[in-house]
């Protein structure tokens, strides 16, 4: 069975909407939702799913790069593709994206993203 959790998704296109999404978590919905291979970069008690092979096909994620350096972790390369932000459960496990990266991503991007 598998099980759901919130994501934060940020879209590369500007056009698309940051938001927050129910989300399978299984490989192979993680792979659909980021459009290719899943790599992680993980944050102290968040981590952030994107395509590591991205930077072939997809656009530049200017919001997530923005977002993950906020929330305190330097990343060097350029972030490619949809990235989807989930928080760390059990040893294993996924949960719901913290809240704290909710409203950051709300206070940076001046969006309303919690109900």
């Known amino acids: ?24 978590l299984d490989l192979t919905a993680l792979q659909r939702m980021v459009t290719g291979e899943a790599g992680v970069l993980a944050g102290r008690d968040w981590h952030v799913y994107l395509d590591r092979e991205a930077d072939r ?9 923005v977002l993950i350096r906020e ?3 330097n990343v060097e ?5 949809t990235a989807l932000f989930l928080g760390h459960g059990s040893p294993g496990e996924e949960a719901d994206v913290p809240r704290h990266l ?5 206070q940076l991007f001046d969006l309303p993203l919690a109900a």
């Open 1 to 24: 069975m598998d099980t759901l959790c919130y994501a934060l998704v940020v879209p590369a296109r500007l056009a698309r909407p940051v938001h927050i999404k129910a989300v399978e």
């Open 71 to 73: 929330a305190g972790i």
């Open 57 to 65: 096909v997809a656009a530049q994620n200017l919001r997530a790069q």
């Open 77 to 81: 390369e350029t972030l490619h593709g």
């Open 102 to 106: 909710i409203r950051l991503a709300e």
